[in-house]
């Protein structure tokens, strides 16, 4: 039996031992995943083109939070940023690489810190994920409390004869404070022996990625829904523009209700909004028509924008709840640059090999610290359950 054969049983023996019965549940939806997205690719014959000629090339990408080198690896369609795979110079991969391996084998204690550079790639496949680091305004700060200036009110001004003062503009500049001192992050162990035997990257393929994804996820959803971790969110400051009651359901959107959503941002004042919702919600959305009968949804060609709704980008965020409770948000619109998220590092990425030892089990931990807040209320809006 060679190595690979040997990987994959260990794997199979170790998940039915820890998920039992739930395993052939999630492998049936696996499948059924895999079945759709290459069903999608034969009905798309330029998008499978492109795909075939992306795989294995390495990519430079910067953002807005991070970034670096990634090589395009898989035919995934309904996600493809899990494609993605990030690359390191052959002397960071070795640095790494030995890094673990001294957390595996050495008497050293404490946790194994890989470079900042490392950090950086991280917070970039976080990024490929959330909506919030790829398209807010993401500022850096090396404190834990920040302040930034806001308008508070507009000048007051008024028609007065010569020889009469006109107003005083009474202006008040107001501020925001960002508070940048949890971690929003997660930690993973894995069995010491897939690390050692595994015959490919097991932190670089499958560790990181996972858990940066579900870190860029957790910024998505503190940036909606009322959390205690971002000073300001979307449901809790921004300005309510449609209520539904009950469930969602092909009833609950309303084109009315989208019209006012979408009228309370001030677009004219330079506010260049979008639309966020989760695509359960979408589904719904997709099927309205305007009052002449029209679908108000149009196909584009833009990249990563397949849909516009009343002209206005689509962006489909999974961290907004297609099944909200009373009080929360089913979807928003609004500016990405007015909602500010200040972070005071890069992604840290860590190795302990020791608190599970003896079981032989090394810990990867992965945490970014970041605050956010609102810019203006009239900047955001949204759609809301609201139960009488």
């Known amino acids: 039996m060679?190595?690979?054969?040997?990987?994959?049983?260990?794997?199979?023996?170790?998940v039915k031992e820890e998920l039992g019965s739930k395993v052939d549940e999630v492998a049936a939806k696996a499948e059924a995943a895999r079945e759709a997205s290459a069903q999608a690719l034969e009905s798309n014959t330029g998008l499978k083109d492109q795909f075939d000629a992306w795989q294995d090339k390495a990519?430079?990408?910067?953002?807005?939070?991070g970034g670096g080198d990634y090589v395009f690896k898989g035919?995934?369609?309904?996600?493809?940023?899990?494609n993605w795979h990030a690359v390191m110079p052959k002397a960071m991969h070795d640095e790494v690489s030995e890094t673990i391996k001294k957390a595996l084998t050495t008497g050293n204690t404490g946790a194994y810190a890989v470079p900042v550079e490392y950090?950086?790639?991280?917070?970039?496949?976080a990024e490929l994920q959330s909506f919030a680091l790829a398209n807010c305004r993401v500022?850096?700060?090396?404190?834990?409390?920040?302040y930034m200036p806001s308008k508070g009110t507009r000048a007051t001004t008024d028609a007065q004869a010569w020889g009469t003062a006109n107003a005083a503009a009474a202006t008040a500049l107001a501020r925001l404070t960002f508070t940048i001192d949890k971690r929003v992050g997660d930690y993973e162990e894995v069995y010491d022996n897939v690390l050692r035997q595994a015959n490919f990257d097991v932190v670089g393929q499958f560790v990181e990625p996972l858990m940066a994804e579900s870190i860029g996820q957790r910024f998505d959803g503190y940036m909606f829904n009322t959390s205690s971790e971002f000073t300001t969110t979307i449901i809790g400051n921004g300005t309510s523009g449609a209520t539904f009651s009950g469930t969602i359901g092909s009833s609950s959107i309303t084109y009315s209700g989208l019209m006012d959503v979408e009228m309370t941002p001030e677009t004219e004042r330079n506010v260049?909004?979008?639309?966020?919702?989760?695509?359960?919600?979408?589904?719904?959305?997709?099927?309205l028509v305007d009052t002449n009968g029209q679908r108000i949804f149009q196909k584009t060609q833009s990249e990563g924008h397949p849909y516009e709704l009343d002209g206005y980008?689509?962006?489909i965020v999974p961290a907004i709840s297609a099944s909200p409770a009373n009080g929360a948000l089913c979807m928003a619109f609004g500016d990405?640059?007015?909602y500010i998220i200040a972070v005071n590092q890069d992604m840290i990425f860590e190795v302990n090999p020791w608190v599970s030892r003896k079981e032989g089990i090394t810990q990867f931990i992965m945490h970014a610290t970041a605050d956010g807040n609102i810019e203006a209320a009239t900047a955001w809006s949204y759609y809301k359950r609201n139960d009488a």
């Open 2 to 14: 060679d190595k690979k054969a040997e990987l994959k049983g260990l794997l199979a023996e170790v």
């Open 272 to 287: 260049k909004p979008v639309w966020c919702m989760p695509r359960g919600v979408w589904k719904y959305v997709i099927k």
């Open 139 to 146: 500022i850096r700060f090396p404190g834990e409390v920040m």
């Open 336 to 338: 990405p640059s007015r």
């Open 59 to 65: 990519f430079s990408m910067k953002g807005n939070a």
């Open 119 to 125: 950090g950086n790639a991280l917070m970039g496949l």
């Open 75 to 82: 035919y995934d369609v309904n996600h493809p940023a899990r």
């Open 313 to 315: 980008p689509v962006h």
